[in-house]
């Protein structure tokens, strides 16, 4: 079965308007080109487990879908475009420096919006379903969480998957076609025709679903301010993200590189082996710490920009471990947002429910990776000079 499916984007294209019922609008174009060269290059390049194949067709032809079905409810109901988007709070660092915790912290707040991974999964209602009750959703993805897990123990060591919790926007992102699919495969020809290219359309497509899903909440009985968001994504793509959401507060988390990025490499080989045959760890390695290096580097030149001066905040993780509170004080303030006792005491309540030593540790050795100490000190001089080794680094400061 699985030997049939084929990654051409026209019988992918068609196979989401059969199953969407004939719906054919699809919205900007853009993505189209994005499409034809990720197909090309998972043919070519990715070698696909027969699971891979399955489960990444599967994937395409929902995202696309979800596409169709994203631009009939903007026709159905044109006030979506009219949802503002004010400015939201960004957490970018790399897995391992407190990104996962701090965003939810900050979701506990009933002021701020956040996507839950359910609704990052499922962010267009089922057929039938009721915008207010988004109940089939939930609980489907409750249950596709659990058979990760099941299947695979050491993710909830590498990252607390949970549906109910706040998780990042890419899988968002994905429906532009324009996204980090290298973290499921290896395509490195689709990488580097995204970096050759103005990811604009991406960024676009993300404010759109962020409107669909603030419009949804508010159907909910949701109502909030600001968006909390977090995603290394954006790392490498900062000025685009300072672009499309004017006023945005970004809170960069840091942590060595020589502790990260093995660790990095790690989740990302595991996840290589769901989906290809005979996943290289060394490439998964190299790959991922070369990328790495290139998003701090950018996010480094976009913040020597003057009018970007008063866009980020430097949070450590050891500061999130230590003293989650204190820096908490320092976003809100650093935010211009007020943080209510009811914020505060909801927030307290999370973190009792969520300890972290509730959870196994993460295991790995760098060399598995085709990485070493001296290798990743030299890749990271510059930035571990900034952040790491400065003796005079606040624990939270902008």
Known sequence: ???ELRFDPPALLAAATGQSGGLTDFGDPSFRKALEVLCDSLEREANLSPLGRQLLHGKFVELLVNRLRIEQFFRQHPEIESEQIQAPIVIVGLPRTGTTLL???????????????????YPVPFPGESL?????????????????????????????????????????????????FNAYVHVPSYMDWLHSIDEKPAYDYLKRVLKFLQWQKRQRGIVASRWVLKAPHHLLRMR????????????????????TIPSIASFIHTLWCIYGANASPVDAGQEWSALMARAFHHTQDVRREKDQAGSFLDVRFI????QPFEV???????????????????????????????????????????????????????????????????????
């Open 1 to 3: 079965m699985t030997a």
């Open 103 to 121: 965003q939810r912290v900050l979701a506990a707040d009933p002021h701020l919006y956040s996507m839950p991974w359910w609704e990052s999964r």
């Open 132 to 180: 207010k009750e988004p109940t089939q959703r939930i609980e489907r993805a409750r249950g596709e969480v659990a058979v990760m897990v099941e299947a695979m123990p050491k993710l909830m060591s590498m990252h607390p998957m949970d549906a109910d919790q706040a998780d990042e926007e890419v899988m968002l992102m994905e429906h532009s076609f324009m996204a980090a």
């Open 319 to 322: 500061d999130t471990v230590k």
């Open 328 to 398: 908490v004080k320092a976003i809100y303030g650093f935010a211009g947002l007020p943080l209510t006792d009811e914020a505060e005491k909801s927030m307290q309540r999370w973190m009792e429910q969520n300890r972290r030593d509730s959870r196994a540790a993460h295991e790995y050795k760098a060399e598995d990776f085709g990485l070493s100490e001296a290798q990743l000190k030299r890749d990271f001089a510059d930035y571990r000079a900034a952040y790491i080794e400065s003796a005079a680094q606040p624990a939270a400061a902008h």
């Open 240 to 259: 685009l993200l300072l672009r499309e959401f004017p006023g945005a507060k970004v809170i960069q988390t840091h942590r060595d590189p020589v502790d």
